[in-house]
């Protein structure tokens, strides 16, 4: 499976990012990472290019939401994705906030999985779930 990911916006958090691609990597996926500072667009377009199955967009910063909020905007303008699984992950909001406030405000702005201060390793698994029981579906 092929997975585009990276940071959104204006957040530099390198490390983090290295981390996801190595464990992607790890589990057999197929990766391409816009590394940081990337834009919405810049993600969708490398969706199409790519193929990709997976969207993974990441942020530490907590800014994500002032981004993530054009998601279901702009899906509806790229058409050949209308199966790709969108996920985000990381610190989703500046300050501190209840996960059951923020997953439903995200699925709403039209990600598949959110994960809020998530385990990288719990999350991962959850998406090969997801995406075993999509596949059966």
Known sequence: MKV???????DIHVVANRLIELSLNARGFEVF???????????????????A???LISSLNGE?????REVKLLKENY???D??????GGNLVVGTADADIIIPK???YGFDLVFHQVDLNE??????NYLKERKTA
């Open 53 to 55: 199955d997976v969207l």
């Open 79 to 81: 058409k050949t994705l």
């Open 64 to 68: 994500a939401e002032g981004w993530a």
């Open 106 to 108: 995200y699925k709403k």
């Open 33 to 51: 990472n816009l590394g940081v500072n990337t834009y919405l667009e810049e993600f969708f377009d490398a969706a199409v290019e790519t193929g």
């Open 83 to 88: 199966d790709i699984v969108m996920v985000i």
């Open 4 to 10: 585009v990911t990276g940071v959104v916006g204006n």
């Open 123 to 128: 999350g991962l698994d959850t998406l090969e």
